[in-house]
């Protein structure tokens, strides 16, 4: 497959997912400032910007932080990720669905208008749907071949980073007294794991229980060891057998760290745990971008050993 | 329409702030030729390729045809389409234009000429292919009627063309379509084609070239790419040969091409031979190269660089068609009988001071043909784009794209003008009674 074909999937999984993921906690978010008895001050916005990725950002309120996230142009928004998704699908059109294409153009275009303003849930909502329906077409009309791994590798390192910074973040910031028990269940909505949590742990919402169920459970499809072991199922079959490239080892070892590390550990020193799987996960984007989509090693059997010869260079 | 949008063939037009996705506009009544008819103008075609092919064989080669002034040396070789850095440069299998598309008018009396040729990226196939398709599909019972010939083999036969021209060595090799990028005019076409040939629709970021060999960037590193079916000018394709601003081109392109390593279709530098002021002069290239009358005449064309011709121009310029012989698109041209006296004034100014720049010709009374707009039935001009390719044997498509004005009475059927298209149905031998439209 062509390196800017495989570059283009990889984005468009990862800002369908980003745009599922920003539109799903803003929703949890807002919800849990109205639960509030008091109107949550400018810290809890300060906090909910930086867990969003726009760190440094003071919004006065609710209805900045909002428009923000909708709109804002500077950092992650839900109009910037998907109209960043729809241009890198119109850049492999030919390796994708025409259904496909369509919903992802269609959702660009319908939330270009204010109509979040009157209605966010259902706008929140309508936009949560389409990345679904997008993800549904994705496994149902398109080949599952190289092109369908590169989105869901997009889409599942995405998630990965995503799932593990809200979780690390919300354990360093929050306690296990009663009046942050709104907070972590706030945080199991975001990932769409509050009902099957519920349904695991009958004993209440307790921090540790929900840091190992949503880093470490195999099981949950929104964890991050579920994700990365996605991602590293993706990288494995576009290798193929015999192959062991750099993604692949990295992505080995960050399925790992979501597989040994102890709950307590995490509960403990998150910041060290965020620090220590971005790391990682950078290293992943650098070997990603050095294996497929920039490659720049000619195979020595076109020119062979001759050809390679060059006059010295001073 | 809406079986066009759906499936997204459109056209951008370049100066619409708003549209750089139209439909191409579709008129449902096709354009019946006659088997006679058409093979009269199929054997047309194959002339005149075969002459055209020997012709820029020859000026980038022994300059024959120059050097014994059968045609004047200073028209061609002051073409800003000629190319003088690949003077003496073998092309693969001896073939300069694989891929033409020759613009063709029919006048009231009936008589076919040709307008134009188009030699280097001639665009319009896929509207050809898409026409017939939605046709197929919105008046099958049509069909029944008639022994309409197909079009569905013209991929097929591009396919086996570009494969033939495989560097020597190579059994299987890579093919690969450059298109400028999503935002060129024709990307659906290039979308489409790519496509159904199956090969890679590639980007000149997507290539790169290391000791002149190229190569294209896989997900399983560099991948070598033996055939460009390449939808890009000249000026474009190369940085280093041509424009240093182009982002569309691949760096070190053309001395991968010099080296053989690398066929490109179509050859570099064959405006030189569709060039407005060269036209004029293929009736004689036929002549000197086939030893043959020209089967197509062309439309009688004045090259105001010739002095006669100029002042014939001049004193006729308001019933005289005049093109810029660089103009492509219906751009950059005057039409006599419909331009006011400034607008004449202002094209008599830069005839004298550019004359090897422009060409007239008189005003083709195109033939017409009703179209259905809006419920009515109206009058409307068209002309007919068939394909050529020439390869390892020559392939004309059965007919064409018959393009129309859709503006009434006007005589310009570009589509980047908002000219459409219909279905043009060539009938097989058996349906020779059959009259032309």
């Known amino acids: 497959m062509l390196s800017r074909a495989a570059t283009s999937l990889t984005l468009l999984g990862r800002h369908l997912e980003r745009a599922d993921h920003l539109a799903r906690i803003l929703g949890v978010h807002v919800s849990l400032s109205l639960d509030r008895t008091d109107e949550p001050g400018p810290e809890f916005w300060a906090r909910f910007m930086e867990l969003a990725g726009w760190a440094g950002s003071t919004p006065s309120g609710r209805a900045e932080a909002v428009e923000v996230l909708i709109t804002g142009t500077l950092g992650p928004s839900v109009r ?15 390796s994708l669905p025409t259904e496909l294409y369509e919903q992802v153009n269609a959702l660009h275009w319908r939330i270009q208008g204010p109509t979040w303003q009157p209605d966010l849930f259902p706008f929140l909502n309508d936009v949560q749907q389409s990345v679904r329906l997008v993800d549904g077409l994705l496994e149902d009309t398109m080949q599952h071949d190289e092109a369908r791994d590169f989105v869901r590798l997009g889409k599942f390192v995405e998630r990965t980073a995503n799932v593990t910074t809200l979780v690390t973040r919300k354990s360093a910031e929050l306690t296990e007294a009663p009046e942050d028990t709104l907070e972590w269940s706030a945080v199991l909505k975001s990932c769409f794991a509050y009902e099957s949590y519920q349904a695991r742990h009958s004993g209440g919402v307790t921090a540790e229980r929900i840091i190992d169920f949503l880093l470490f459970e195999p099981a949950l499809p929104r964890s991050a060891r579920f994700s990365a072991q996605i991602a590293l199922d993706s990288v494995s079959r576009i ?61 020595a059997n076109v020119i062979g050993d001759e050809g390679r010869a060059m006059p010295q260079q001073q | 329409m809406q079986m066009f949008r759906n499936h997204g063939i459109t056209f951008a037009v370049y100066p619409d702030a708003q549209g750089t996705e139209k439909v191409f506009p579709f008129d449902i009544i096709p354009r019946v030729i006659s088997a006679q008819t058409w093979r009269r103008l199929e054997a047309g075609l194959k002339q005149r390729m075969a002459a055209l092919n020997l012709f820029l064989d020859d000026v980038y080669g022994r300059k024959l045809i120059l050097r014994q002034r059968v045609v004047p040396p200073e028209i061609v070789l002051s073409s800003q389409q000629y190319l003088r850095e690949i003077e003496g440069l073998p092309v693969p299998r001896g073939i300069h234009c694989h891929i033409a598309g020759i613009d063709l008018v029919r006048d009231g009396k009936g008589d076919f000429f040709v307008l134009e040729d188009n030699l280097r990226t001639p665009s319009g196939v896929s509207y050809v292919l898409a026409n017939r398709h939605v046709m197929k599909r919105v008046l099958p019972d049509l069909f029944a009627g008639y022994p309409v010939r197909p079009v569905e083999g013209y991929v097929h036969e591009l396919l086996r063309h570009l494969r033939w021209l495989a560097p020597e060595g190579v059994d299987d090799p890579t093919i690969v379509l450059l298109t400028p990028g999503i935002n060129n005019a024709a990307y ?147 039409i006599g009988p419909e331009s006011t006296t400034e607008e004449r004034e202002d094209f008599r100014q830069r005839i004298t001071a550019r004359p090897r720049s422009f060409i007239a010709q008189p005003v083709v009374a195109l033939s017409v043909q009703p179209i259905f707009d809006g419920g009515r039935m109206r009058r409307t001009h068209q002309d007919l784009r068939p394909f050529v390719l020439t390869g390892p044997e020559v392939y004309v498509t059965a007919g064409g794209l018959t393009r129309v004005a859709l503006k009434d009475g006007s005589l310009i059927v570009n589509s980047s003008q908002g000219g459409g298209s219909r279905d043009t149905w060539v009938l097989a031998e058996y349906g020779e009674d059959s009259q032309d439209a």
């Open chain 1, 80 to 94: 910037s990720s998907v109209a960043a998704a729809r241009i890198a699908a119109q850049a492999v059109r030919p």
């Open chain 1, 239 to 299: 290798d193929g057998p015999g192959r062991r490239s750099k993604p692949r080892r990295l992505l080995s070892l960050l399925h790992a760290m979501f597989n040994g590390a102890a709950t307590q550990m995490v509960a403990e020193h998150p910041r060290e745990f965020e620090t220590e799987c971005r790391g990682v996960l950078r290293q992943l984007e650098l070997a990603m971008r050095e294996t497929y989509f920039h490659p720049s090693k000619v195979p």
């Open chain 2, 188 to 334: 659906y076409e290039h979308l489409y084609l790519a496509k159904q040939m199956g090969i890679e629709l590639v980007e000149g970021t997507d290539l790169v070239v290391d000791l002149d060999h190229v190569f294209m960037r896989t997900t399983r590193g560099l991948k070598p790419v033996h055939v460009i079916y390449r939808r890009l000018d000249d000026e474009w394709l190369d940085p280093i040969f041509g424009r240093q601003e182009s982002l569309v081109g691949v760096a070190g392109l053309v001395n991968a091409y010099r080296a053989g390593n690398v066929a490109i279709a179509n050859a570099l530098g064959n405006g030189v031979a569709d060039d407005k002021a060269v036209y004029a002069l293929v009736p004689k290239i036929i002549r000197y190269y086939l030893d043959e009358d020209p089967i197509l005449p062309n439309v009688q064309t004045y090259l105001c660089a010739l002095d006669d011709d100029r002042r014939y121009v001049l004193e006729h310029i308001h019933e005289l068609v005049i093109k810029a012989v660089d103009g492509s698109g219906g751009y950059g041209m005057l």
